[in-house]
Each structure stands twice: as C-alpha cells, then as structure tokens.
Nanobody, 127 residues
Framework: QVQLVESGGGLVQAGGSLRLSCAAS????????MGWFRQAPGKEREFVARISRSGGITLYSDSVKGRFTTSRDNAENTVYLQMNTVKPEDTAVYYC????????????????????WGRGIQVTVSS
C-alpha cells in the first residue's frame, strides 16, 4: 500500500505563494499518476491538479489554472503543488492522491479514480 504525507501548508496572505509537498512511500511511485484535491469548510471535495506518471502532462481545474503548478520528482518519491497568487477562496484542506493505473474507470477529476490518499494539510489564505 502506498502511504502519502502532505507537508508545507500553513497560513499565507492573499497574493502570496505556498508550496505543498507530498511524500510517498514504496518503490513504485513512478507507476502512479498523482492528483491534488482540496476541501473547504462546508464544501465538497474539489479536484485541483493532476500530473502524469512521468510528469509530462499536467491538468488543472479552472479555478487554479494559471496560478498553481504541480510537478514531481520521482527519484525522491515526491509530488509538489506550487500555489501562487493565492486567494482566500483557496483556503481548504489539501490532499494528495495516487492513481493506480490498473484500477478505476472514472474521470481524472473524480476522486473515486484515486486509490491512495494522504491525510490532508490545511492551507489558510488571509485577506
């Protein structure tokens, strides 16, 4: 089983930047496309970003496109979410998730496509 641990969250002012990291256990990290999701208080879980196994393809929700960038370092078993020009509406618990390619038949933005989840980390953007 893949274990995922997010880090790098915290409090940041609107307009600022923050970088989240997600460290994965195991020896097969590069076998998984990785996703970022977030959940704000009182709201449903929301897709944020996805990165392919090699890092060559990234996908973003419209709400973060142009502001957030996801990347990965397979040698370090780590995926990143660089959050720039953050807004108060970005306040949420952020989760990283791993997509086992042999399972699932959902859209990439559907959390059900993902097989392993981190515990989440709080990001708070102050105005």
């Amino acid at each position: 089983q893949v274990q995922l641990v997010e880090s790098g969250g915290g409090l940041v002012q609107a307009g600022g930047s923050l970088r989240l990291s997600c460290a994965a256990s195991g020896r097969t990290f590069s076998s998984y496309a990785m996703g970022w999701f977030r959940q704000a208080p009182g709201k449903e879980r929301e897709f944020v970003a996805r990165i392919s196994r090699s890092g060559g393809i990234t996908l973003y929700s419209d709400s973060v496109k142009g502001r957030f960038t996801t990347s990965r370092d397979n040698a370090e078993n780590t995926v990143y979410l660089q959050m720039n020009t953050v807004k108060p509406e970005d306040t949420a618990v952020y989760y990283c998730a791993a997509d086992d390619p042999v399972t699932g038949s959902y859209n990439y933005a559907d959390g059900r496509q993902y097989d392993y989840w981190g515990r989440g980390i709080q990001v708070t953007v102050s105005s």
